[in-house]
Structure formats: C-alpha cells, structure tokens
C-alpha cells in the first residue's frame, strides 16, 4: 500500500535560474574564471589552444594534495525529501495527547518488543528502526534538534525545499543555495572538490558562484575514450570537448565545462587510492542514501579537499500507511540510519574532521489522516553527528499540547533551521568573519545554535 | 470549439445515468463531452487507419496558407533559419533534409498542420506495429497484465491459509523457487508481466518521439504528461499508466485545457498516484448517499425494497447499508487536492490557501478507481444490488472511475470564495475543476510553463501576459496559445537559447542521424545515465525545465559520452554516416567537420566549434582507407543484426519494475543496474580516434548541439 512520493528534486516552476544564461558575442570572463585565472596565471579564456587549461588544471591537482587542503573539515548534509514525520522519529515518552492524535501510528511503550528506544535523560524516545542512531546518541556524537523548521507557513514540498536550500524562507528571488555561500564565505580556491552533491542534478543548496560537483556515481567522471593527457602527443575526445566547451559563447555551459574538466583531472590523480586502498570494507545499505554516502566517505579519505557534501534521502512524504513499527516511514527511517551509521564506521579515525546533519522541508500533521498517513505539517526534528556534537541531548522546545499546535494541526516550529545550519557552519567549519551569519543568511539576525563544543 | 449539434450527439452516447444528477447543465456537458471523447479516442486507438484518415488536409492547402503572421525577419532569421528553429521547437529537431522541406511546404503550413495533427504518418505506422498493448482497452489491459509481486503475494497467502487448515506443507518452496513458479505460471496463463506493458509504453513515447510526422503533439505529449507526472514506480498506478497517457493525456495535447484537467483528475492512474481514492469523508460528517436517502422519493429507497424482501424493517431504520468507510479509513487526505491546485493549475503562488486545500480535498472526496475485480465494486454490488438504486443515490461509475456517493462529504464548501452547496455529489468535484481550469491564475501558470518549453527559461512578462490573455479568451485552448506564441518576436529572438534536456538531447540525435531504432531500450539506458529517466520522475512536480537543472558537472560528461557512443553505431540504434553523405567521403578532418556540422545542426554558424577542434584534431588528411572501413562497418552492423534478438530482449532500464518490485519496493535506484552500463574504453590507434564516426561524436556532445 505504499505510496509516498519522493518529491527528490525541486520543483518546475518560475524559473529562478542561478547562473545567468545570457549570451554574449564573445566569452567573457566570469568572477570565479578570473579568480582562477588570476591565482595561476596561465588560464585564457577564449583560446582555442588547450594546454594552458591543461596545465593550469595540474596546478590544482598537485594543490589539492597539499597540506592545508588535506586537513579541511569536511560538512555533510543529508536531505530527506517529502517531509520527514519528526514525531515519528524521536516522540515524547508516555505521551496521552500524542496518542490520542494517532491512534494509529502507535509505537509499543520502552521495553516492549519493537518499541520505542529511550533516549535516556530527556523524556524522548527514538523509533526502534533508528536504533543505530540512537546507539551513536548515547555515545554523546549525535543530537537531536526538535520542533525545528521554518518560520515560512508553506506546506508546499517544492516551496519549503527552496526555501531550506536557498536558506531565505519566504524569499523566492535568491539565486544562490546556504552551501554555497558557506563554500564561499570558507574562501578556499582552487581544489575542485571543495563542494560535491552526490546527486543527479545539482541541488539548489549548491547553486551559485562557487563550483560544485553533481553526480551520482564518481565512476562517471571521466570522458569515455580519454586517453589523458598531451604528453602523449595524441588528440583525444576529451581535449577536443575541452576546447569546444572553453570556446562557447554559452556561459553555462563554459562554466560547467571548465568545472567538468577540472574535476575529472582531481578524480584521475587520486584514482589509484580510490580504487585501492581506500575502498571501504564496510557494509552500506544498498540504497541511493547508502551509495551516495559511501562514496562521499571515500573522497574524504582521499583528501581531495572537500568541505561541503549533499547527500538526499527520498520517500519521506507518508501520505498513506505510513506504519508504526514497520512500514513506509520504518523502512526509509532504517535506511537512514543504517547508511550513517555505515558512514561513520567507514571514516575512521577521519572522524574528527567530519560533521553531519540531516534536514527535511517540514514535517507532518500531528493527527494522523483518512489513510492511516500524515499530511503535510510544520515543525520536524533534525539530528546533527560529530565528535564534537553535543550529542545525548534533545536540543529545542517542544509541545504537542492541543493549545500548542500550529493553526491547531502541527507541531510549532520553535527553532528556525538556520540558527542551526549557521551554529554547525559556525562551529565545525569555522566560517570566518564577523559578518559570516549575514553573508550566509541574508536578512537573518537570528542567534546560531551552539551544538558543537569549541 | 466543439458545435451545439456534435454535444448532442454524444449526449445520446450517454447512457442516462448522469441526468438523474440535477445540477448546473454546464459541467454535465463537461463531463459528457470528456467520456464521449474517451470514447472516441478508444476507437481511434484501435485503428491506426484513423489517424491518415483524419488527416491529409495539409497537402491539399498546400503552400502559402499565410495565416500566419511570422515575424522572423524582424528577428534577424532568414527563412532557413526560421524553418530550423522550429524544428527545434516544435518538433524534437531536423532531420536531414527536414529544413528545406518544410520552407518547400511553407511554414505557416507547416505550423497548422501541426497544431491540426494532420499530417500523414509514414514511418511510424510499421514501428509501433508490435507494441500490442496500445491496442487494448483499459479493462482490457487490467485482465492482461500481470504484476508478479502481487501474484507472489496471492500464492504465499493462499499456500499460508493450506497451512492453516492442516493441508499438506510438502510443496514448501524457498522464496525464489517460489518467484520462479509464480513467473512461469503466469506465462502459462497467456497473461504477461506489468513490465511489458511499461517497456510497450516506453516505446511507444520513443518512437513516436523520434518517428512521427505530427512533431508538435509529441512535445506537447511529453510537456502535459510531465505537467501531470505520474512516476510509474508507484505500484498502485503503474496498471493504469498505458491508458492514462494514451486516454486521458494524448486526446488533449493541442485541445482544451479543462477537458485535459478531468481526463487526469478523473483517471484512475491520477487518483491512485496522489491518494484521492483514499480521501473519503471525515467521521461524523453527511454523506451524498445519506443525503439522498433523507430526501428522496421512498419508491428508490433501498430499506423499502429490503424491508419488502426481508420484512420488518421500519422507516427509523432508514438508512444507507453500512457502506461508510471503516472508522481506521474515515477522513481526508489532501495530497491530490494540494498538488491539484500547486502544480496543475494555480500555481503555488496563485492564491489558495490552507483552508482551500482541505475544501477542495471534500469536494473531490469520494473520486475513486474501481478496478475490474477488486473487493470495492464486489461489496458495493453486494450492498446496494440495484443499479437503479446506486444511480440515485450518486454513484457514478465509468470505464475505472468511481464516484463513491457513500465516501463523498456532501455537506457546505467553500472553494475560493465560491459557495458550493450541501446535498450534492460528483458535481462538487466537477465544479472546482472547472473553477480552476478557468481561473486566471491557471492562465497565467500554464501560459508561464509553455512559453519556459517553447520559448526561454526565462520568458517575459509581457509574452506570458499575452499567452494568459489568449487562453483565457480562447477558453484553454492550447492550440491557441501557441498559435499567439509563435507570432510573437520573443519567440523567433529566442533561437539557441535552450539547452536541450536529456529527451530533447536523444531525439535529436537519433533523428539528427536519420537512424533506424530497432529496440528502444537502448535509448532508455542512455536516458537513465543522462539524468531523465523517462516515466521515473519521483515527484509529481516532473522533470525541470530549465537548463540549470541539466547542465552541471557530470552531466556534460555524459552529454559529451553519449555523443561519442551513439555515433559509434549500434546494432539496436544503426545508421550510416556514408548515406549520409550519399558515399561521399570527406577526404581531411576540416571538411569532415564541415559537411557533418552542417548536416547535424544545420543552419547554425559552426565556425567556432570547427575552430576550436581543428588545433586538438590536428587539420590532417582522414586516412584513404576511411571509406574501406565505414563499409566495413556496415557489413558489420548487418551482421550484428542476429546478435540483435539478444538486446532485444534486454530492457534494464524500463524492464526491471518486476525486480523493484520484488526487491523492497521502496522505490530506490537499482545501483546494480547502473553498474551494468558499459563505457566505452579507449581502443584503437589515431587513425580511428579521428575517424568520422570521432568527428560525429564530438559534434553530437559538443556545446553548440545542446543548445536548441
């Protein structure tokens, strides 16, 4: 009877293109061609030649294996599309109102076979198919943030993504995703992996002026019979596409080639490690969550520089038969913390250098619906995990008292998202800057959450 | 506009059900043209004699109709040019030749031929000739097909209820022993696997796509099917999706919006995709069925009629037998109401509010699928036997479609300031449809996405404007608002500012190289890896349209993959690079360029794009023996033609629903799947890296090919 819908990918709508996709008669060279440019002094634009692109595209190589570069931390954030049900997830104990709400959703008390984990100390419990994050958040590494969300009142999926990911709630006009002004705002040119989604399509979090990396499988890059480099003397199908792609006139597509290029030389001089040594021996759940997140692990222990990854999880939207103990939201619930918990173990003694935090554009109605499902809702829940995380609590105000409710349906939204995304930015990263909070949130004069210990 | 005399006739095609509903004539007229078009779209569906019969005007009018008024001069187009660029917009680009053809043909002609769907179909007839499901009628293809997890389930329970009655456990399979019977059960049933039906559907959109004459329905196919997406991995709707495309999608590509809007919001594909068939009324609240029974004539009551067959009975009593939902179903669920208004009409940005989603939610409750054998028609036969009965109190049914009089909220709504009053039934539902097809909001919205697929990502107010104000005057009609578009100066300015999507990016190329497709699969794989997979968008909202969304970082890799492995030819995907160029082989890589560019994008300027590969090609002599090896790879590919029936039968990507299904059904990517797909690895020396079959590839992956 499932039948969630992933809603995995931003809606189509009024466009609100990032880059601009006006044409010019004559390339001209954008801010970031400059930047790059201007650091080596060898990119020229417009020249149908392709070596000085070649070489300038060793330098980054050689730099993305230097040693600042190889000591950044590294953000992970995983959205989990359609809406998570955070009640679902971690509820109070024992708690009548809820019960009375969703008869049907129902978890068994604590201690009871398939029931609800309690998350000691705090009143709360954890839905026995995340129990892998519940070890971890007993272990101090993860927290929970509750009644977290946006202060927009959208119960549109497409809407309330944008909104997250632009990080301007009520604002439709940004042009540019929260991760991409943190890449920014950290200032490190030069390594190509700096921002990577592991996703088909770029997602709005990562558009903007800083490149980033969107694929789904790091195997794809490569050109099919690229035989590398001039110094074999012979033409291949990747330098012929590198100078087409250097010479358009069509400034996306110049820009995504550039970055395609860049990225594929990275790849290639980290290729052996890759498929060697750092393969992991860690079992991930077979899923596109788990994937994602196993290879994310793989270019962190290749030090690639990365320092912003997306990862997303879909099915979250619980319409129908959204279960208790098993079930539709069970299901997506075990991937979750399954593949986390996989990439946890999979980092190592990389561990240090990694934070991780979860997001979804709303939750779901407290009552349950006419089909045994959630409809959409306000306020959710979001786990952030690192050895600095101050993990074991349930960070946030919370209430599911009938006079409590948003517009009498929804959990209230008590924490906005971005104190917390700018508090993780803040503290892990170290976003620099006096005025980083503004630069990352425009129009934002909220206080960052502190939920790491400094 | 449909005439006075033609409603009444399909009027009589309707049986009288519907006029025991006293309401308002006019969505009554609505909802009897959309089943007398049904109909209608049946019988052509069985006969594709129908489609050359219907049309063979356009020759007739010949060149020159001058209807038309387009301003492509003032855009800087020769007529060419002008002829290329409609191609590219209005059909899934040139094929060779196709440029001058249509500026022989005249393109006024050329574009009323198209919105009038009348040209004859020539290749296309004998491609989609096999593809038997097309022919079937939706009951039909319900008792035809197959899903072998359902199957698999019905076997496990049956074997379970054996166990329970103490029979014999001898015949306790393993689970795959048991999927293997189940499998090979089935075949021998004479039904099929689900999967075929969706590999059928698959290559019908494919080849139609990239064989028929009538370009502009297929666009239009593709944009209104994605406008109301269904992703095909949700089980409960992927039965219904063949006939939701071809019944309630294709009649309307070019006609009448509001038509289009009841043909989805009433199939059973719609309704189980976004959950209305499991909205019904919340607890406590009148239902049409109650409603009838307060209020009705006693001669329809069905207590009378019980209570003369079982006896003692009284009027108290007098109630509709139990058939409101179960107390664990009983109330809304808003997921179609909300989607209805954000995505297929309104807009998110149109102007309805949360109390709006949960009224139109009640005006739409009760708006179900009724499946051929499955337990709602049994206990609804069962409870309320008279048909006359049922009719009375609201039931309406219709080839899959259910209005549920006993699960509809009949009391008071409000929809956006518009009244709806208490007693009623389907009219409810057929009235907020028409509310918002007519809506300027929905005017404004659906005029937006045309002129964002037809003209740029970004179009103008005033174009957009402009196309609300036609559909608006012109009462939805999409064929006039792209007749406004066309016209329009925006359009003929917007030449090469979109970049094509992956589908655009597939048909064109085939189409580009005048290729024969011999199994669409291919093509399904190659869509996967570029990032459209076809019928699996995973949100309601369809694929994007902008080119932000397609362009990227790895996905200009596998732009520029896919264009090196198409034009290496395939056995399933063959063409001939000699034909053409009529055996005229290029003899250096400068004119090989040349004469391709111009073949593959024609009337585009591709001085840049030929200077930009000569310096990495290096401008020498193609090797004589060129041409020996083109033949030779012709023979080849002949030869390759046994190997054939073995990818015929290979459909990764369309094909493996069943394993989804079987797997976990939790809807994820089959990793193993794209794991599979095999990249081409260098071989060969220089001489056959340049190669023309090299030089076609970096043309097809280059920038300028992805622009349209």
């Known amino acids: 009877m499932s039948s969630h819908h992933d809603h995995s990918h931003p809606a189509t709508r009024p466009a609100t293109a990032t880059r601009p996709t006006t044409e010019s008669s004559a390339p001209s060279p954008t801010r970031r061609a400059l930047l790059k440019a201007g650091g080596l002094g060898l990119f020229s634009l417009g020249l149908a030649g392709s070596s000085p692109a070649f070489l300038s595209r060793a330098a980054w190589a050689a730099k993305s294996g230097?040693?600042?570069?190889?000591?950044?931390?590294?953000?992970?954030?995983?959205?989990?599309?359609?809406?998570?049900?955070?009640?679902?997830?971690?509820?109070?104990?024992?708690?009548?109102?809820?019960?009375?709400?969703?008869?049907?959703?129902?978890?068994?008390?604590?201690?009871?076979?398939?029931?609800?984990?309690?998350?000691?100390?705090?009143?709360?419990?954890?839905?026995?198919?995340?129990?892998?994050?519940?070890?971890?958040?007993?272990?101090?590494?993860?927290?929970?943030?509750?009644?977290?969300?946006?202060?927009?009142?959208?119960?549109?999926?497409f809407d309330a993504q944008d909104y997250m990911e632009t990080g301007t709630p009520g604002d439709k006009g940004t042009r540019s995703g929260w991760l991409n002004r943190v890449a920014g705002e950290l200032g490190h040119e030069g390594t190509p992996f700096r921002s990577l989604a592991m996703t088909g399509s770029l997602p709005k979090s990562l558009y903007g002026p800083e490149p980033a990396v969107a694929v789904s499988r790091l195997e794809h890059l490569r050109v099919s019979d690229n035989r590398g480099l001039p110094s074999g003397g012979l033409p291949s199908s990747g330098q012929g596409f590198e100078s087409l792609y250097q010479q358009t006139s069509q400034e996306l597509l110049r820009e995504a080639g550039q970055d395609t290029f860049a990225v594929v030389e990275a790849l290639a001089s980290v290729q052996q490690q890759v498929t060697g040594e750092l393969r992991s021996s860690v079992t991930y759940p077979r899923s596109v969550l788990g994937s994602a997140l196993r290879q994310i692990a793989l270019l962190i222990k290749a030090q690639v520089g990365l320092e912003v990854a997306f990862a997303e999880s879909g099915g979250w939207d619980t319409h129908v038969q959204q279960g208790s103990g098993n079930g539709t939201f069970a299901n997506r619930a075990r991937d979750l913390a399954e593949s986390i918990s996989a990439f946890w173990t999979d980092l190592g003694?990389?561990?240090?250098?990694?934070?991780?935090?979860?997001?979804?554009?709303?939750?779901?109605?407290?009552?349950?619906?006419?089909?045994?499902?959630?409809?959409?809702?306000?306020?959710?829940?979001?786990?952030?995990?690192?050895?600095?995380?101050?993990?074991?609590?349930?960070?946030?105000?919370?209430?599911?008292?009938?006079?409590?409710?948003y517009e009498d349906r929804d959990l209230a939204v008590t924490t906005d998202f971005r104190s917390v995304f700018s508090g993780v930015a803040r503290d892990h990263l170290q976003v620099p800057g006096k005025g980083s909070r503004t630069e990352i949130f425009p129009g934002w004069n909220g206080k960052p959450m502190r939920l790491l210990r400094t | 506009m449909i005439s006075v005399g033609v409603i009444s006739v399909w009027e009589m095609m309707v049986d009288e059900e519907l006029r025991e509903l006293k309401s308002s004539a006019t969505h009554l007229v609505q909802w009897k043209r959309q089943v007398g078009r049904s109909l209608v779209t049946l019988v052509a569906a069985l006969s594709f004699s129908a489609m050359a019969a219907h049309g063979s005007r356009v020759s007739e009018l010949g060149k020159d109709q001058g209807m038309l008024q387009l301003p492509y001069a003032l855009a800087g187009l020769t007529e060419h040019q002008a002829a290329a660029h409609l191609l590219d917009r209005f059909a899934f680009g040139a094929r060779p030749g196709d440029v001058e053809a249509m500026v022989d043909f005249g393109l006024s002609a050329w574009i009323e031929g198209q919105l009038e769907q009348s040209f004859v179909e020539k290749e296309l007839p004998k491609r989609i000739a096999t593809l038997d499901a097309l022919k079937l009628s939706p009951a039909e293809l319900e008792e035809e097909f197959v899903n072998p997890a359902d199957y698999l389930r019905m076997k496990r329970r049956e074997a379970r209820m054996q166990a329970d009655e103490g029979g014999a456990r001898s015949d306790s399979q393993n689970p795959d022993q048991m999927r293997r019977a189940a499998?090979?059960?089935?075949?021998?049933?004479?039904?099929?696997?689900?999967?075929?039906?969706?590999?059928?559907?698959?290559?019908?959109?494919?080849?139609?796509?990239?064989?028929?004459?009538?370009?502009?329905?297929?666009?239009?196919?593709?944009?209104?099917?994605?406008?109301?997406?269904?992703?095909?991995?949700?089980?409960?709707?992927?039965?219904?999706?063949?006939?939701?495309?071809?019944?309630?999608?294709?009649p309307h590509v070019l006609g009448?919006?509001?038509?289009?809007?009841?043909?989805?919001?009433?199939?059973?594909?719609m309704l189980m995709y976004l959950d209305n068939a499991r909205s019904a009324v919340e607890p406590g609240r009148e239902t049409t069925a109650e409603f009838k029974m307060r209020g009705g004539p006693d001669s329809l009551r069905p207590e009378r009629r019980r209570s003369r067959l079982g006896g003692g009975r009284t009027a108290s009593t007098r109630r509709v037998p139990n058939l409101r939902p179960a107390t664990s179903a009983a109330g809304l669920n808003e997921n179609y109401a909300r989607e209805l208004m954000e995505l297929h009409t309104l807009g998110v940005d149109g102007g309805y509010t949360q109390a709006d989603v949960v009224e139109v939610a009640r005006a739409l409750s009760g708006w179900m699928a009724l499946r051929q054998d499955g337990p709602m028609r049994e206990r609804l036969e069962r409870r309320i036997a008279s048909e006359q009965v049922r009719h009375y109190l609201g039931f309406v049914e219709r080839e899959g479609f259910f209005f549920n009089a006993a699960f509809h909220d009949a009391e008071k709504k409000s929809v956006l300031g518009h009244d709806l009053p208490a007693g009623r039934g389907i009219e409810d539902g057929l009235d907020v449809l028409e509310l918002l097809a007519a809506h300027p909001s929905t005017a404004r919205f659906v005029s937006f996405k045309l002129a964002q697929r037809f003209v740029a990502d970004e179009p103008s107010d005033a174009l957009v404007s402009q196309l609300a104000q036609e559909f608006t005057s012109s009462g939805g009609s999409t064929a006039s608002v792209l007749r406004s578009l066309v016209q329009s100066g925006e359009f003929w300015r917007s030449r090469r500012q979109k970049i094509k999507s992956p589908v655009d990016l597939v048909f064109s190329s085939v189409r580009a190289l005048d290729a024969s497709v011999r199994n669409?699969?291919?093509?399904?794989?190659?869509?996967?890896?570029?990032?459209?997979?076809?019928?699996?968008?995973?949100?309601?909202?369809?694929?994007?349209?902008?080119?932000?969304?397609?362009?990227?970082?790895?996905?200009?890799?596998?732009?520029?993959?896919?264009?090196?492995?198409?034009?290496?030819?395939?056995?399933?995907?063959?063409?001939?690079?000699?034909?053409?160029?009529?055996?005229?082989?290029?003899?250096?890589?400068?004119?090989?360029?040349?004469?391709?560019?111009?073949?593959?994008?024609?009337?585009?300027?591709?001085?840049?794009?030929?200077?930009?590969?000569?310096?990495?090609?290096?401008?020498?002599?193609?090797?004589?023996?060129?041409?020996?090896?083109?033949?030779?790879?012709?023979?080849?590919?002949?030869?390759?033609?046994?190997?054939?029936?073995?990818?015929?039968?290979?459909?990764?990507?369309?094909?493996d629903f069943e394993m989804a299904a079987t797997v976990g059904d939790d809807g994820e990517e089959s990793v193993a799947a794209m794991a599979r797909e095999p990249m081409i690895v260098a071989q060969g020396s220089f001489e056959e890296s340049a190669s023309l079959e090299h030089l076609v590839g970096l043309l097809l992956g280059s920038p300028e090919f992805q622009r349209r």
Request: net charge negative; with cysteine; proline share 5%.
């Open chain 1, 66 to 157: 230097d040693a600042a570069t190889s000591q950044r931390k590294t953000l992970v954030t995983i959205f989990q599309r359609g809406a998570m049900d955070g009640l679902a997830a971690v509820q109070p104990l024992r708690s009548q109102t809820l019960e009375g709400f969703r008869p049907g959703l129902t978890l068994p008390g604590v201690g009871k076979d398939g029931g609800l984990i309690e998350l000691k100390g705090t009143g709360f419990g954890m839905h026995p198919a995340l129990s892998p994050l519940s070890r971890l958040f007993q272990e101090g590494q993860l927290g929970v943030v509750h009644a977290v969300g946006s202060p927009d009142p959208t119960r549109s999926h």
């Open chain 1, 349 to 405: 003694p990389f561990r240090d250098r990694v934070a991780l935090m979860t997001m979804t554009e709303f939750g779901r109605t407290v009552r349950q619906n006419g089909s045994g499902g959630t409809d959409h809702g306000h306020g959710s829940c979001l786990f952030v995990l690192g050895e600095k995380v101050r993990g074991g609590k349930v960070h946030g105000d919370f209430s599911v008292d009938s006079s409590d409710l």
């Open chain 2, 183 to 250: 499998l090979a059960e089935i075949e021998q049933s004479g039904k099929r696997l689900e999967s075929v039906l969706i590999d059928q559907l698959f290559a019908n959109k494919m080849l139609r796509g990239i064989y028929s004459e009538n370009q502009l329905a297929e666009v239009l196919a593709d944009f209104w099917f994605n406008h109301f997406n269904i992703d095909a991995r949700e089980k409960e709707a992927r039965p219904f999706l063949l006939s939701y495309e071809r019944d309630a999608i294709r």
């Open chain 2, 256 to 269: 009448n919006f509001s038509e289009l809007l009841l043909a989805t919001a009433s199939h059973p594909a």
């Open chain 2, 520 to 655: 669409p699969a291919r093509l399904g794989r190659w869509l996967q890896k570029l990032g459209q997979p076809v019928y699996r968008y995973p949100a309601p909202t369809g694929f994007p349209e902008t080119a932000d969304h397609w362009v990227n970082t790895g996905g200009l890799l596998n732009r520029m993959n896919f264009g090196l492995e198409i034009a290496q030819g395939t056995p399933t995907v063959r063409f001939s690079l000699l034909a053409l160029v009529d055996g005229r082989e290029p003899e250096s890589v400068e004119e090989g360029l040349r004469v391709f560019a111009k073949i593959l994008m024609p009337q585009r300027d591709h001085e840049a794009t030929i200077q930009a590969l000569l310096p990495a090609l290096g401008n020498r002599d193609l090797p004589e023996r060129l041409g020996r090896r083109l033949q030779m790879a012709d023979q080849r590919a002949e030869s390759e033609d046994e190997q054939m029936s073995a990818e015929t039968t290979d459909s990764i990507a369309y094909g």
